[in-house]
């Protein structure tokens, strides 16, 4: 399930049936009764039958004020971001014997008082946190039943009697910024009433974050799904409704980008449609995608024989050449092979004509395992990506693959009950923040996820169950709004690791600058001090299956990186 819809619903059967079972038996042997949610308390007391206080992005909370883990609630709002960062976090309202209709925030500009600066209220946004039902999974899980997950455009809402509902607010530091603090407001009103007004206060970094990640990612975008959830309107031409449906997938792309999650697009180099489209897309943050219409994404589709086989050797010149003329060649990838056996000669064979064909091209290969080089490198010479699913991950593997040039990418499928992280629904939020953190630990340099929008066989606002599987949320990252894609609390999550990892990679890039200018030993304190905080060590992960699960411990590694580019900046002022 790394790739395609149709390794996804063929190959993936065998393998789900005999990991339910062996799921279920770990469950039980585990025992139901070390899982459950934490009983969370409001920070305030009620007042006039209702509580309103602030939580932090990472702080899973359901209706009934239970959250997954000790909450970090407070009753004012202190956030820290860069410039050109997204920065979230929540406002909570939760009632106690009397509804609450018309409920609705109202953000104030951030000013910073030392320099009358201002962070204008059009980049700080706030959505309803919408909840949709899960069901009993194979896996364990901490609940069943009603879980937060997309974050719903701006309405009045009505909140029932004791019950519980977050908001989610997300400040946007434009890299115009200027760094400093911000103050300003949250205000909570229903109707002409004010209920709360929550202090909000924003540190501005100086120092930006890049448009293009550092981290390669490869998210599967199904377009040919839209139509399922967007149907052609009873007056809407053909052309017309083909017209839409190409405007809505290319919002869902952008805003992938926007959450620093890169399509994987298949494109055909000799269009210069799709080029326009890629030339777009890099302006929007875009850092790779794959070329051609055989391989992973489309089931393994090659041809059989050797010599229908070597008859793509002009069309593979032809789109290295292509992408040579248009400056894209450093950005593409060809997702040749999605899972089955290792050592499938057919690979090798495939691998081998790209590269006679243009080497320059490089080509990717997703398997669960990994290849040990004890058994020959001769069946992978022409890989140059390997992508392996996180539960196999074996570093003495890996380490060996990378001594050979080989770039190391993994991904995530099903759950499949060893701890490691997924970005189902029914998972802790800092199982979406830490993946990141998990590819700088072991240099792996790209992370790939088979689908955000499968949605074929559910409504996705009804039921989290969106595949054949006892599964919640697998494949399903952004759900279909009635103009475009509403994203989950999970894309924030995910982005905000991905953010980390930009934090980690500035300040690596400024240890490099004193290294190179003979700096690091005058500057040895700070350099010091830097790579230990630039080191996953264990009180962050320990291993892919153990992490730190206390969102402070991680925000705080997050605040002293960001502090150590600051100072870089005073040591070596521009």
């Not at 004890?374 to 390997?386: F, M, R, S, T, V």
């Not at 304190?525 to 206390?550: C, N, W």
Request: glycine share 6%; charged share 25%.
């Amino acid at each position: 399930m790394a790739g395609g819809f149709f390794a996804f619903k063929f190959k993936h059967q065998l393998k789900s049936k005999m990991l339910k079972s062996a799921v279920k038996i770990a469950h039980l042997l585990k025992g139901k009764a070390e899982l459950g949610r934490y009983n969370a308390v409001a920070p305030i007391a009620f007042k006039d039958g209702v509580a309103i206080f602030t939580a932090s992005s990472l702080d899973r909370i359901f209706q009934d004020g239970k959250t997954l883990l000790k909450p970090s609630f407070n009753t004012s709002a202190l956030i820290s971001l860069a410039k050109n960062e997204y920065k979230s976090f929540q406002v909570v309202v939760q009632t106690k014997d009397k509804e609450f209709n018309n409920v609705e925030l109202k953000i104030s500009n951030l000013i910073n008082s030392k320099t009358g600066s201002i962070l204008d209220q059009g980049n700080i946004s706030w959505r309803v946190v919408g909840f949709v039902r899960t069901l009993e999974p194979y896996y364990p899980v901490k609940y069943v039943g009603l879980w937060p997950d997309p974050l719903l455009p701006v309405y009045k809402i009505n909140i029932k009697a004791n019950a519980t509902q977050p908001f989610w607010i997300t400040v946007y530091a434009p890299p115009d910024t200027m760094a400093g603090d911000y103050t300003g407001t949250v205000t909570v009103r229903q109707k002409d009433k004010i209920l709360k007004i929550i202090p909000l206060s924003a540190h501005v970094y100086n120092f930006t974050l890049p448009q293009n990640s550092h981290l390669k990612t490869a998210f599967d975008f199904y377009g040919h799904l839209t139509k399922m959830r967007y149907p052609q309107e009873v007056d809407e031409s053909e052309k017309s409704y083909k017209i839409r449906i190409k405007g809505l997938n290319d919002k869902y792309i952008l805003t992938m980008l926007q959450y620093r999650m890169n399509p994987i697009l298949n494109l055909d180099p000799t269009s210069q449609t799709e080029l326009a489209d890629v030339d777009r897309y890099l302006v929007h943050g875009l850092n790779n995608f794959s070329i051609g219409k055989k391989g992973g994404t489309f089931d393994n589709n090659w041809p059989q024989s050797d010599g229908a086989i070597e008859d793509l050797f002009g069309l593979y010149r032809t789109y290295g050449e292509d992408l040579k003329l248009n400056d894209m060649l450093q950005y593409s990838y060809i997702y040749v092979w999605d899972e089955g056996k290792m050592r499938n000669p057919q690979v090798a064979k495939i691998t081998s004509m790209i590269h006679r064909a243009y080497p320059e091209l490089r080509t990717m290969v997703c398997y669960h395992g990994i290849w040990d080089l004890a058994e020959g490198a001769d069946w992978l010479k022409d890989i140059d990506i390997w992508t392996f699913q996180m539960d196999d991950f074996n570093e003495n593997k890996i380490r060996k693959l990378q001594s050979r040039g080989k770039e190391i990418w993994m991904y995530i499928s099903g759950p499949a009950g060893a701890d490691t992280p997924n970005l189902a629904m029914d998972f802790d939020s800092i199982d979406y923040r830490i993946i990141p953190w998990l590819c700088w630990k072991y240099d792996i340099k790209g992370f790939l996820y088979w689908c955000v929008n499968w949605w074929p066989l559910v409504d996705p606002f009804e039921n989290a169950r969106n595949s054949q599987w006892e599964q919640n949320g697998n494949g399903l990252l952004f759900y279909p709004g009635e103009t475009g894609p509403i994203a989950s609390l999970r894309v924030e999550l995910f982005r905000d690791g991905m953010d980390d990892y930009e934090y980690i990679q500035i300040l690596f890039e400024d240890l490099k600058i004193l290294k190179n200018k003979n700096l690091d030993k005058i500057y040895q304190h700070f350099f010091s001090e830097s790579v230990k905080l630039l080191t996953v060590d264990d009180t962050i992960a320990a291993s892919m299956s153990k992490f730190t699960r206390d969102s402070q411990v991680l925000d705080a590694r997050r605040t002293a990186i960001a502090q150590k580019i600051e100072e870089f900046n005073s040591l070596l002022p521009n």
